[in-house]
C-alpha cells in the first residue's frame, strides 16, 4: 500500500488598522477622529465625548462590513514579534519564550484612557495576552479532510473511510514557528498503522479530532483604575462593579454635573468596595470604601445647597448668601483682621476699615463710591477718610472730599498697602479673586439692612451684627452648641464697654435680629431670628 500526500498553504499575514482620537491644537477642545486604512478620511469634532463616540461608532462599521476573521492567516500580532505584550529582557534577563496558539480571532485592543482602537487579526493565546483586548469574532475550526487510496486488494469501496489509510489536510495553527508571512507550509500525511484487529471504535480513535472552539471569557470590569476579576464571587458583586465602572465613566462624559446622581455614584461604590474588601481581605480596599462613602457625603451636602435644601435632621432649608463652609471661615478671618489691625479707635473706624478691607482683600486695590460711605452710620465720614489716610493705612487717588462726591460711573481708586501681596508676604487672606465680592456683598447685607437702616442704629450696632452673623450655629443659637458668646469678646470687637453692651442687644432685638436674648455676666446667649438666618455664617 503506498500513499503520497502533501498539502500546502499560503500564511498571509492577519489584517490590522487603527482609529485615533488626538486634539486638535494646543488649549483647544475640539478632537480629530482618524482611521489607519486608507479610504477614511478624518473628521474633527468639537469635544473628547462626541469625538470617542464617533471613534466607536466609526470602528463599529467597520467590524459589521468587513469579513470574518480568516482560519488560515498569520498572528499580526505574532509579525510584530508580539511587541505589545512581551515585556523586552534587560541587560541581565533571559528572554521570554511566547508560542503562539489556539483560533484565529479579530480582537479590539484599546488603551486605558480611550484615545485609540486597534482591531488585528491573531490567535487567541495574543488576544488573551492583551488586558485590555475583547474578541469580537472568531474564525471557523478548519475542517479535517481524509483522502483514501486504494492498494489494488479489491477491499470495498462502501467501508469505512476509517479504516483506509488518511491524513490530515487541517489549515495551519499559530505555533512557535516563526514562519515568515506568506511562506508555504506544507502538511506532513499521516498514515495509520494498520491493524487487522482495528474496528470501527479503534479507527475512530485514530481519526483527526475537529478543532474545538475556544472558551471565550466575558469582558472584564473596570472600575476606579482596578479590574474587576473573572472568578470574583458573588456573581451578583461582580456584575454590580462592573457596572458601576461604566456609570462613572458615562458620568464623565456628561456635559453638566449632576450632584445628587455622583452621590448615588460614590454611595453604591462604597457598599460594593466594602463587600469586594469582604471577600478578598484587602484593606486598600476597605480604604476605598471610606474615601466613597465622604465623597457621597460631599457631592449630596453640595447639591442640597445648591438647591437651597437643608440636609437630614438639620431643620428647615435655609438659602443662606453665603453658601458653603470655607466662604463661612474665610468671612470670620476678615473680621478677626480687622479686629487686630484697625489704624483708629472707635465702632466708626473699624466699620469703615471692615468694608474698605473687604473691597481691597485680594489684591490690595479696589474702588470705592461716595454712596458706599455715605450709606454707613459714620457722623463725620469726610473727617474719617482723611484721618485714614493720614494714617498711612489708606491711599486714595484725590482728595477725600472727591471720593465723598465720586459716582458709580466715576469710581475713586483706593489701595490699602497693607493688603497688597508681593514676593515675600503673600497677604493675610487667601481666599480667590472671585470669592471677593460675595463677601463684600454680604457685609454689605449685614450692615445694610433693612431695620437697621430704619432704626438708624449706630456703628457699634452694626458692628455687633457681623460678629453675631458669624458667631452662630446652624439653627441661629448663639456661640458653639448655642452656649453663648462671651461679652469681653463682644465688646472687644464693638469697642464698648461691657456695661453699654446690653443697650446694642436691645437694639437688635427691637429690629427683629435676636430672640431670646440673655446677657449674662460673662456670655450673651440667644438665637437670631428665622428673617435674618439667611445672612449667618454658622459655625462649623
Not at 462726591?405 to 481708586?413: D, K, L, Y
Amino acid at each position: 500500500m503506498g500513499v503520497e500526500a502533501h498539502a500546502t498553504n499560503e500564511r498571509v499575514t492577519g489584517r490590522k488598522w487603527t482609529v485615533r482620537l488626538d486634539p486638535v491644537g494646543r488649549g483647544r477642545a475640539d478632537v480629530r477622529v482618524s482611521c489607519s486604512r486608507p479610504a477614511c478620511a478624518a473628521q474633527v469634532l468639537p469635544s473628547a465625548a462626541a469625538g470617542r463616540t464617533a471613534a466607536i461608532a466609526h470602528l463599529k462599521a467597520h467590524l459589521r462590513a468587513g469579513p470574518a476573521p480568516r482560519p488560515s492567516v498569520y498572528c499580526a500580532c505574532r509579525a510584530e514579534e508580539c511587541h505589545t505584550h512581551i515585556r523586552p529582557a534587560g541587560p541581565r534577563e533571559r528572554p521570554v519564550p511566547w508560542r503562539c496558539g489556539g483560533a484565529v480571532v479579530l480582537a479590539v485592543v484599546t488603551d486605558r484612557e480611550g484615545r485609540w482602537w486597534q482591531v488585528m487579526e491573531c490567535c487567541s493565546r495574543c488576544a488573551a495576552a492583551h488586558p485590555t483586548a475583547k474578541v469580537v469574532a472568531t474564525a471557523p475550526a478548519a475542517e479535517a479532510q481524509s483522502r483514501s487510496d486504494g492498494d489494488g486488494s479489491g477491499a470495498d469501496a462502501s467501508a469505512p473511510a476509517a479504516l483506509a489509510p488518511t491524513f490530515s489536510a487541517v489549515g495551519p495553527h499559530f505555533s512557535h514557528s516563526a514562519t515568515a508571512p506568506g511562506t508555504a507550509v506544507p502538511q506532513q500525511a499521516s498514515v495509520p498503522r494498520s491493524d487487522p484487529r482495528s474496528g470501527p471504535r479503534a479507527a475512530s480513535r485514530s481519526a483527526p479530532r475537529s478543532a474545538r472552539p475556544p472558551r471565550r471569557r466575558p469582558p472584564r470590569g473596570r472600575i476606579a483604575q482596578r479590574l474587576v476579576p473573572h472568578d470574583l464571587r458573588p456573581v451578583a458583586l461582580r456584575d454590580e462593579l462592573t457596572e458601576l465602572g461604566e456609570l462613572f465613566r458615562a458620568y464623565q462624559a456628561r456635559t453638566e454635573p449632576d450632584l445628587e446622581m455622583l452621590a448615588d455614584l460614590h454611595a453604591r461604590k462604597a457598599k460594593a468596595f466594602r463587600a469586594w474588601a469582604e471577600v478578598t481581605a484587602d484593606t486598600g480596599l476597605r480604604l476605598d470604601a471610606e474615601r466613597a462613602e465622604q465623597a457621597s457625603a460631599t457631592a449630596r451636602l453640595q447639591h442640597l445647597h445648591r438647591i437651597g435644601q437643608a440636609p437630614d435632621g438639620e431643620g428647615p432649608a435655609v438659602a443662606r448668601l453665603l453658601t458653603a463652609p470655607a466662604q463661612w471661615d474665610h468671612a470670620r478671618a476678615v473680621l478677626a483682621h480687622v479686629a487686630g489691625n484697625t489704624p483708629l479707635p472707635g465702632a466708626e473706624a473699624r466699620l469703615l476699615v471692615v468694608m474698605v478691607t473687604l473691597r481691597t482683600a485680594q489684591s490690595g486695590v479696589g474702588n470705592l463710591v461716595g454712596q458706599d460711605i455715605k450709606g454707613l452710620p459714620l457722623q463725620e465720614p469726610l473727617s474719617l477718610v482723611e484721618q485714614l489716610v493720614e494714617s498711612g493705612w489708606l491711599g486714595i487717588s484725590g482728595t477725600a472730599e472727591e471720593l465723598i462726591a465720586s459716582r458709580p460711573e466715576n469710581p475713586t481708586r483706593i489701595t490699602v498697602p497693607s493688603l497688597t501681596p508681593d514676593e515675600d508676604d503673600p497677604g493675610p487672606f487667601t481666599f480667590g479673586r472671585k470669592l471677593r465680592p460675595k463677601l463684600s456683598g454680604w457685609a454689605q447685607r449685614v450692615v445694610g439692612e433693612k431695620k437697621l437702616r430704619k432704626g438708624k442704629t449706630e456703628a457699634g450696632v452694626r458692628l455687633l451684627a457681623l460678629a453675631l452673623a458669624t458667631g452662630s450655629d446652624g439653627e441661629g443659637r448663639l456661640g458653639p452648641g448655642g452656649e453663648g458668646i462671651g461679652l469681653d469678646v463682644l465688646s472687644s470687637w464693638c469697642t464698648v464697654d461691657p456695661g453699654d453692651l446690653p443697650q446694642l442687644v436691645d437694639r437688635l432685638t427691637a429690629a427683629d435680629w435676636l430672640a431670646e436674648a440673655d446677657v449674662t455676666d460673662t456670655h450673651l446667649t440667644g438665637r437670631l431670628t428665622e428673617r435674618v438666618l439667611p445672612l449667618g455664617c454658622p459655625l462649623t
